[in-house]
């Protein structure tokens, strides 16, 4: 069953190739993945009609085996398509599936896969669990894994008030001094997306914490923005 559904969607995705956009997907993305060269909007039109004809595995072992198999093809279409499926389903999952999830944000890991299943799926799988972040963050927090800590900074993205700005700033103040860009930018996201929530808060914490003049600028951005600084 699984292996019909990945040959029917590989043998969808593969028609719609292009060879031309392939090559500038790829360039943009710093030459890490290769592409089919199906554009975002093309590739979401072609899922939502594949899930209209196809549906997606209710079994969640089911679905996790298309997910992996998704996530072994080389071309980066197939893993925006898993999370698509994964994301759809993401109420089904347990603690138990947080391994699976932490082998997804080491494995072909950037931006664009890790910035979708920290704050969309194990964001909602730590809402569901609040037991789970403290020794799930401090792990990845202490973990020689970049894409790891990311995770424990952006998983509260969309939680708004009901972030746990002790768990937020602990994972910040942990990794303030990262020469990582992609580290530096997630601190800056984080504040940022919290200060539309508390903009007191996030003043507060950016002059009381040394931060990386990236991660300061990235918090403060929207109340620069909206005049409140």
């Known amino acids: 069953m699984t292996q019909f559904y990945v040959d029917e969607l590989t043998k969808l995705l593969s028609a719609h190739a292009h060879q031309e956009n392939a090559k500038s997907m790829k360039a943009y993305m710093k030459n890490h993945f290769e592409f089919l060269g199906i554009r975002k909007p093309d590739l979401n039109a072609i899922t939502k009609q594949f899930i209209k004809e196809h549906g997606i595995p ?6 996790l085996h298309v997910v992996t198999k998704l996530w072994e093809l080389p071309e980066r279409e197939y893993q925006y398509v898993a999370l698509e499926l994964l994301g759809k389903k993401k109420k089904q999952l347990t603690k138990e599936n947080i ?5 997804l944000v080491i494995s072909k890991s950037w931006w664009d896969t890790v910035d979708f299943i920290a704050p969309h799926i194990i964001g909602h799988l730590f809402s569901k669990y609040p037991e789970m972040i403290p020794s799930y963050t401090d ?13 424990a900074i952006l998983f509260q993205l969309k939680y708004k008030s009901k972030t746990d700005t002790e768990v937020l700033y602990r994972v ?4 303030a001094d990262s020469s990582q860009f992609f580290i530096r930018k997630a ?4 504040l940022r997306e919290y200060s539309k929530t508390d903009p007191t808060a996030v003043v507060n914490f950016v002059q009381t914490h040394q931060l990386s003049s990236l991660s300061e600028r990235e918090a403060l ?3 620069y923005r909206e005049g409140k600084l």
Request: some cysteine.
């Open 58 to 63: 209710t079994d969640l072992e089911q679905l």
């Open 99 to 103: 391994t699976f999830l932490e082998r």
């Open 139 to 151: 792990k990845w927090i202490q973990s020689n894994n970049m894409w790891l800590q990311r995770s």
């Open 172 to 175: 910040i103040e942990a990794c």
């Open 187 to 190: 601190i800056g996201w984080a």
């Open 221 to 223: 951005k929207v109340l």
